[in-house]
Nanobody, 116 residues
Framework: VQLQASGGGLVQAGGSLRLSCAAS??????YAWFRQAPGKEREFVGT????????SYTDSVKGRFTISGDNEKNTVYLQMNSLKPEDTAVYYC????????????WGQGTQVTVSS
């Protein structure tokens, strides 16, 4: 299984971006987005449970970010609205196989930069 993240870029504060995470191979049970800002530890952003579409988010992005999935394309999206400079980070998608609770699969990361 390989995860390919894309969609990052430079945007002004208040703007929007949509990140994509395309999964090749089999469908996985849970997908998540993490981010890592310079000099900081990797941070959980949100997660999507594939079979029922349920999502959860870290408090700092609630109401601004939305994770969704496209079953036909085997792709997970992170829609980011009302972006803030503190959202600047490298964003990674990750996934869990069925029957595990560990994120064994990781994408390569995509840079999101929010200017003030």
């Amino acid at each position: 299984v390989q995860l390919q993240a894309s969609g990052g870029g430079l945007v002004q504060a208040g703007g929007s971006l949509r990140l994509s995470c395309a999964a090749s191979g089999r469908t996985l049970s849970r997908y998540a987005w993490f981010r890592q800002a310079p000099g900081k530890e990797r941070e959980f952003v949100g997660t999507l449970k594939w079979n029922d579409g349920s999502t959860s988010y870290t408090d700092s992005v609630k109401g601004r970010f939305t994770i969704s999935g496209d079953n036909e394309k085997n792709t997970v999206y992170l829609q980011m609205n009302s972006l803030k400079p503190e959202d600047t980070a490298v964003y990674y998608c990750a996934a869990q196989a069925w029957g595990t609770a560990k994120y064994d699969y990781w994408g390569q990361g995509t840079q999101v930069t929010v200017s003030s």
